[in-house]
């Protein structure tokens, strides 16, 4: 055998490096009793939209909508924008992804502050371009300063995650539209907000991808139904930014972005608005109770807007998630870093400060 038949195939050098994505410890043989790991919504799917996915199961012969239209003029009604405005894909995840290849050739940069999440140095490393990060403040925030001082002329994305994972920071609607304003006007302006739903003012974010697309052309704001819409496994997000940037993306973005159950799914949320406004409420309490019961145990929480919690402790993030999970309770370790817990149901929250009440230095 010469050496020509001995190789394998090698993958890309792009992909040497990449940080890979950590498992929130969903889809293991024995779940854990508390899955407080990917922020996911504790309550299954309303029955009406469980029988709306079911029902659109029976036509899964044929494929579904080439771009998800049902789905996009439904969004597009409900955010005040024209159809041109939405694109849908198989989570919001896979959007960033389409948007950051659209826009990025090998090298370019992508601005983010950091920590942010996780899932940006793999898309961004994916796509050949360069990911720079800009440190958070001492309080966990955006650096605003920071931010426009690393974007210069040149920059081609800035990615900003809002309210931030992991740390459910959030700047508020008037410091973030100063920040998209003082951004240079050439440079891709991508607004992720997966936990828009929990933001602090509620009335404000729902209103707000319209008023700040009218102002801003070079935005493309990310939303998902994964967080507070509940549909995680379903795999639903979205797109609201200008029609040439829409453009962009579906000059790349395979067709059929969406299975027909997931359509339905989504559709049947959209339905039941009062609901998901029943289950954040849920949720933003399981927060307050959290972040009280944590900073009595003196923790040190940081402020969040989102579905989950950040504890910068540091050095002590392994232990205490070991602490944590021989309690039964999965969260996210950033080793060196902090640990991040989702909201959960009452039950979930006790088991919580229960397990915090037995963790101190041995
Ligand atoms: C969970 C999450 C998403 C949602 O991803 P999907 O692909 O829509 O499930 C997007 N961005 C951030 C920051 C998230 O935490």
Redesign the pocket.
Known sequence: MNDRMRRAPEPSRRLAGLPGYGRGRAGQSTPFLHRLG??EAPDAPSAAVQAAAAAAFASTNRYPDLRGETLTDALARRHGLPAESVAV????????DQLVRAYCDPGDAVVTPWR??E??PIIVGGASARLVEVPLDAENRLDADAMLKASGSGVRVVLV?NP???TGTALGSSELDALIEALPKDALVIL?E??ADYAADAATVAASPARRLARHPNLAV?R????AWGL?GM???YCLADPDIVAAVNAIAPPFPLPAPALAAALAALDEEDVVAERVTCSIEQRMRLTEGMTAAGLPVARSEANFVWLAVGGEAEAFTLHLRRAGIAVRCFAGEGVRITTGTAADTAAVLAAVAEWGPA
């Open positions: 990917s922020n894909s198989a989570g919001s995840i896979v959007m960033l942010s999440y899932a940006y995650c931030n994972n992991p992720d997966a936990y990310l998902t139904f994964s967080k995680a795999r639903v997000g």
